[in-house]
């Protein structure tokens, strides 16, 4: 089974901090993502990658960044955590192709104080 | 963009009912999906549809591809108190570079 693993399930953050939340699969996946979800809004796409090296903006980029080294890898960054930013964080990977379906970690609370 | 909207926002039922609810698109996809999320944890893959007309069964789960491409359904029967969780319906398009759109959610509550 394709393993998705969020390195926090809960962090708590100052106002103006940098932060890193990371994402590894472990299936050799070309497609990864970064969504936030809020209570009444679902879920909404910040960012995502198709390669390495590669990124695009989703519906929702603005105070964030990402970056993809490796495979395997894709990290968001807050440069600049702000309180409006608290939000549960989802990452997912597919391994491409039509109708395959998003593998989901199991999420990083973000508390922004 | 395209958006999915799903109803009921959210329900209140007692655990041996059965349970549906709704996803409807203004676009068409060649795909749909229901995900389940539990309280804390990240979504699930419950069913994938990829064929208009398809009926597809997992378990106590039965999910619809509706015949216009615009929409999708999703049965629970006898729910049961682990049922409780968001249930999030998505499309996807096979030129989108598996770009996934999601709806708003369903959230179920079951009493016991």
């Not at chain 1, 695009?56 to 894709?74: A, C, L, Q, T």
Request: with cysteine; glycine share 10%; net charge neutral.
């Amino acid at each position: 089974d394709v393993k998705v693993t969020q390195s926090s399930r809960y962090l708590v953050k100052r106002t103006g901090e940098k932060v890193f939340l990371e994402c590894v699969q472990d299936m050799d996946h070309e497609n990864m993502f970064w969504y936030r979800q809020d209570p009444g809004l679902g879920l909404r796409l910040i960012y995502f990658s198709y390669d390495v090296k590669m990124k695009e903006k989703g519906d929702i980029p603005e105070g964030y960044s990402v970056s993809r080294e490796k495979k395997e890898r894709f990290s968001l960054i807050l440069e600049s955590a702000s309180t409006n930013q608290t939000s549960m964080y989802l990452c997912a990977s597919t391994s491409g192709g039509p109708g395959g379906g998003y593998t989901f970690g199991s999420g990083t609370r973000l508390t922004v104080v | 963009g395209q958006q999915l909207n799903q109803s009921p926002q959210s329900m209140f039922i007692q655990e041996g009912e059965d349970v549906s609810m709704n996803c409807t698109s203004s676009s068409i996809f060649n795909t749909w999906l229901w995900y389940k999320q539990d309280p804390g944890e990240g979504p699930v893959l419950l069913i994938a549809l990829y064929k208009a007309g398809e009926l597809t069964s997992n378990g106590r789960l039965t999910a619809q591809f509706g015949i216009t491409r615009k929409d999708s359904f999703l049965n629970i029967s006898a729910s049961i108190p682990s049922d409780v969780g968001i249930y999030f319906c998505a499309g996807q398009l096979r030129t989108s570079y598996d770009k996934v759109i999601f709806g708003p959610g369903t959230s179920l509550s079951v009493i016991p």
